[in-house]
């Protein structure tokens, strides 16, 4: 009886630490008439909610992940940092290193909202001397080959119910141009796709924390039991959201069914 108490601790130890630890790769083929041929097969890599959390000396097993993806571009879509215990250094090591690999695009979570000004603002200092292009409610195009490319928008938290999105859409974007969003909370889709926005990152939900066969998240924030938005390709009318399951975690500290995650976007042109 000892025996068999000891070993379903040790097996349920090793299953948390692999469910927390391990990192995943979920690829999502994404294709619109709106890619242009020039773009079929550009990799956008998306890291969310990091929350302080470090995976490997110099984030090394998180790079390593990236390296081998070869993403042609890395999207960051809120809460590097937890604001109940802030530490800088995981997400500036990230950002340092992956920098190196792609372009990086961020804007900002909830957590680094909570955060007080001075720190925030050191935060930002970090990211930007790491070679981190911070979308501070600000938008612009995106050139790959010959002039073609899309449309890159972002949105802070604190902005998420305002007008912001609205004035930048009509100050930025082109009738019939592509265009993609970074926003951290995916539970206002209808608001991103009011805009007409063709695909939208965003993160927060942490894939509902623990999955449930059958059932999907158990929770998520500003969403309650049973979420819908949580890990994944969605459709909202014409706008398609991409949520991702996250990396760290921040009040809770477990998850189940739902390992880290690095999401991959593949887009194609569709005929």
């Given amino acids: 009886m000892i025996i068999f108490l000891v070993l379903s601790i040790v097996l349920i130890a090793g299953y948390c630490f692999w469910q927390n630890n391990v990192l995943s790769v979920s690829v999502i083929p994404f294709a619109s008439a709106k890619v242009h041929e020039e773009l079929n097969g550009y990799k956008i890599v998306q890291i969310s909610d990091l929350h302080n959390k470090s995976f490997g000396k110099m984030q090394g097993r998180l790079i390593a992940k990236l390296r081998k993806i070869k993403p042609d571009l890395i999207v960051l879509t809120g809460d ?9 250094l ?12 792609a372009p990086v695009y961020y804007v900002t979570g909830n957590h680094e909202h909570r955060l007080p000004k001075r720190v925030f603002e050191e935060l930002l200092s970090r990211l930007s001397s790491s070679g981190v292009h911070i979308l501070k409610n600000y938008g612009n195009k995106i050139e790959v080959f010959n002039g073609e490319g899309f449309y890159l928008l972002g949105i802070f938290d604190e902005n998420l119910l305002d007008e912001t999105l609205s004035d930048l859409s009509r100050e930025v974007l082109l009738p019939g141009s592509f265009s993609i969003l970074l926003a951290h909370q995916p539970q206002y889709i209808d608001k991103y796709a009011k805009e007409e926005i063709d695909l939208v990152f965003a993160g927060h939900a942490h894939g509902g924390q623990w999955r449930l066969p059958g059932f999907g998240g158990f929770f998520a924030p500003k969403q309650g039991f049973f979420p819908k938005y949580t890990k994944g390709l969605y459709w909202f009318g014409k706008t398609a959201l991409v949520v991702s399951g996250g990396l760290g975690n921040s009040l809770c500290p477990i998850r189940i069914h739902n390992r880290p995650e690095i999401v991959v976007v593949e887009l194609q042109k569709k005929n």
Avoid at 92 to 99: N, P, T
């Fill in 80 to 88: 590097l940092v937890d604001s109940r215990r802030t530490d800088l």
């Fill in 90 to 101: 995981p997400a500036e090591m990230f950002a340092k290193e992956a920098a190196k690999i």
